[in-house]
Structures are given as C-alpha cells and as structure tokens.
C-alpha cells in the first residue's frame, strides 16, 4: 500500500526492508474527501504529507475572505507548512482535498525519531527541502515576472493531466486573476 512512498524515497536514497519498516511505523494514512482539510489556518496542527492519490491545494484565507492559492500538490508530491512544522508555530496556511485523497503523513516528534533510527533519511530531508525552496522560489519569481497568460501557459504545461480536476475558481486564484480573465485565458487557446 505504501510502495509509492518507498519509490518516492530511494529515487534518492536506498534502504532496507527495516529500515522501511520503521518508516512505516511511524507515518499515518489518511483519507480525506474531497473539501475536507488537512490543516486549518491558525492551528496547531502541522503535517508534512505524501499525496498517494488525490490532490490538495495550499491557500491562505485573507481578511477579507478571499482566498489565495499558494501551491497545488498532486500525487507523489509532499506538502508541507515549513515554518510551522519546524518551528512548532501556528500554521500560516490551510491545506485542503480538492479531489478524494489519500495521503501519508508523518509528524514533527516522529520524524526526528525516524532520524534517528535511520539517519540517512537525513540526506533525503536535506534534498526535500532543497527541492521546496526551489519551487517556492520558481513561485516567487514567476508572480513577479510572468504575465498570468504564461504561468497558466506553463502550468498547463507542466500538469496537463491534472488542470481538468482544479476548478476556475482555484486556478484564477493560483494565477492571481478573476475568472472572467481565466475565461479570457482559455479562450485564446
């Protein structure tokens, strides 16, 4: 059941069939439906989670109500609230099924117990996180220097399978537009 986790893993590093027992040991398995969330803004609940099925979408809820659409994460990718997780801080974002999902979670307290009992999980950390800064930093750069025709361009581009399950309301908020200009986007296509 967790095969795609221990693919997911020793594309960087390889491990033993016990060390992969301690690993899953110490992960949950969650299903969530499609709307239910895994974090709530403002709790003290942090995950980092591997999407085994399903896709989520990591906002913010401003103070107005609207939403902002930082990230969507699809199957085999992590997700993760850094900050909170790591430094045990109320979470900055929601986390949120926007299909049926299946997804593998592991917590802060067992995670580093998992370091501990197989320590070279702490390169496979090492390159997760490198690969997280990496896309919040390609995200930044992209809002600040990319029309919204070219990031929907290349996030077509780069999901193409997956921009029929994200509603317009989702993917104009990723893109930071209205719908009407997402309507505007697609029909030039």
């Known amino acids: 059941m967790y095969e795609q986790l221990r693919k997911n893993i020793e594309r960087k590093i390889t491990l033993t069939d016990q060390e992969w027992s301690l690993i899953v040991e110490k992960t949950e398995f969650i299903k969530l439906k499609k709307n239910e969330f895994l974090q709530i803004q403002d709790s003290n609940n942090a995950y980092e989670g591997f999407i085994m099925k399903g ?71 090492i390159l997760m996180v490198e690969r997280a800064n990496i896309a919040i930093q390609e995200r930044l750069l992209d809002v600040l220097n990319k029309t919204s025709k070219q990031r ?4 077509v581009k780069k999901y193409p399978q997956k921009t029929q ?13 209205t719908h009407e200009f997402l309507s505007k986007i697609k029909r030039s296509f």
């Not at 320590?119 to 950390?125: N, Y």
């Not at 399950?165 to 537009?177: A, F, R, T």
Request: hydrophobic share 40%.
């Open 55 to 125: 896709a989520c979408k990591t906002y913010i809820l401003n103070e107005n109500g609207t939403e902002s659409v930082i990230f969507f994460s699809f199957e085999n990718e992590w997700m993760c609230d850094l900050e909170s997780f790591y430094y045990h801080k109320l979470t900055k974002y929601n986390i949120k099924a926007i299909e049926d999902s299946e997804i593998l979670v592991i917590n802060k307290s067992n995670k580093a117990l998992l370091f501990k009992q197989v320590p070279k999980l702490i390169q496979f950390h």
């Open 152 to 155: 929907y361009i290349e996030f």
């Open 165 to 177: 399950k994200i509603n317009n309301k989702n993917l104009s908020s990723y893109l930071g537009v």
